[in-house]
């Protein structure tokens, strides 16, 4: 809390939230992948605050800053038994924001998907401005997950009926990038596919996610061939054949990523050939296996879509 950055007179938790382009993301070795572009978000936070309060648990104190629209930051110190721990606590300001009425659904998702992404996380959220109709107790809900993505592609697959009862899971570390993949197929005709760069969502559909809608087709038509369940069909699956009733979720993180954009809606760090690699080696590898019968549903089942879609491409 009251260390002191390099040419700075003032402490570093000052510095975090009063400076632009501050923060431990711009050095390598405090975080170990972080999802911050230009070091501006908490700074912004601050700003738009009507009140921000920050505590700092850390060497038997505990540090607290607070800061206000109208007057200079204000800290003190106090003892506290050993620990080390941090809280930012803030109150949007209404001359800057039109709306400061949080809606409880938005933080819950996000939330959700943070405690999917990363695994074991525990995050509760907690809404005090509704209280329970029979206990009287805030609304409140608690969100951890010790399968990670395999239970947020379950989550996605809730009320379908699917093909396989567990989600195909690949994890690995690959030339410096982490990668968490999961799959599942259902009966519909619809594809979902999300993707993640440490934790945030590449939402910019038009691409291949980290390029693994090309290796998942390349790889399922190579096991089809390999399991002789091919032999029938006139040509390969085409992408759209593969990725009927796909729900997918890709996660990936990496040391300093480049995105494009201030919406971060697109990955330019390019990890795509690594990510390719490994769902072609896992995908290959899985469906050989006595235990790949349910790969080899799901090739089954796309095969069989395959065979419906060729009549009408080459009818055209």
């Given amino acids: 809390m009251m260390d002191t950055p390099n040419g700075q007179r003032m402490p570093a938790v000052q510095v975090v939230l009063t ?20 070091g ?28 206000s629209a109208a007057r200079r930051p ?22 800057d924001l039109h709306v400061t009425e949080f809606n409880y659904d938005t933080l819950a998702q996000r939330l959700r998907e943070m405690a999917f992404l990363n695994k074991g996380l525990e995050i509760t959220l907690t809404d005090e401005r509704t209280a329970d109709a029979k206990t009287g107790d805030p609304r409140r809900a608690e969100f951890r997950y010790a399968g990670g993505i395999s239970e947020f592609v379950k989550h996605l697959n809730r009320g379908k009926s699917v093909l396989h009862d567990k989600p195909i899971v690949m994890e690995a570390m690959r030339d410096g990038v982490e990668i968490d993949i999961a799959l599942q197929y259902n009966d519909s005709y619809s594809e979902t596919v999300f993707s993640f760069a440490n934790n945030i969502n590449t939402v910019d559909r038009r691409l291949s996610p980290f390029g693994f809608r090309t290796s998942l087709t390349r790889t399922i038509n190579a096991i089809g061939q390999s399991l002789g369940l091919f032999k029938d069909l006139k040509e390969n699956l085409s992408g759209d054949d593969v990725r009927e009733g796909l729900v997918a979720v890709i996660s990936v993180k990496l040391p300093q990523p480049q995105f494009e954009g201030q919406t971060k809606g697109k990955l330019n760090s390019d990890i795509a050939g690594t990510v390719q690699a490994f769902v072609n080696e896992r995908l290959a590898a899985s469906g050989a296996e006595p235990a790949g019968g349910e790969r080899r549903l799901s090739t089954r089942r796309l095969k069989q879509r395959g065979q419906e879609r060729q009549p009408a491409r080459h009818a055209t």
């Avoid at 050993?82 to 803030?90: D, N």
């Fill in 19 to 38: 400076k632009l382009h501050a923060g431990g993301k711009f050095d390598a070795s405090t975080y170990k992948v972080s999802g911050g572009l230009h």
């Fill in 40 to 67: 501006v978000g908490v700074s912004c936070v601050n700003a738009l605050s009507q009140e921000f309060n920050v505590e700092i648990w850390r060497d038997g104190f505990t540090w607290e800053m607070d800061f």
């Fill in 74 to 95: 204000a800290s003190c110190a106090r003892p506290v038994p050993a620990r080390s721990a941090a809280q930012g606590a803030f109150s949007a300001g209404p001359v």
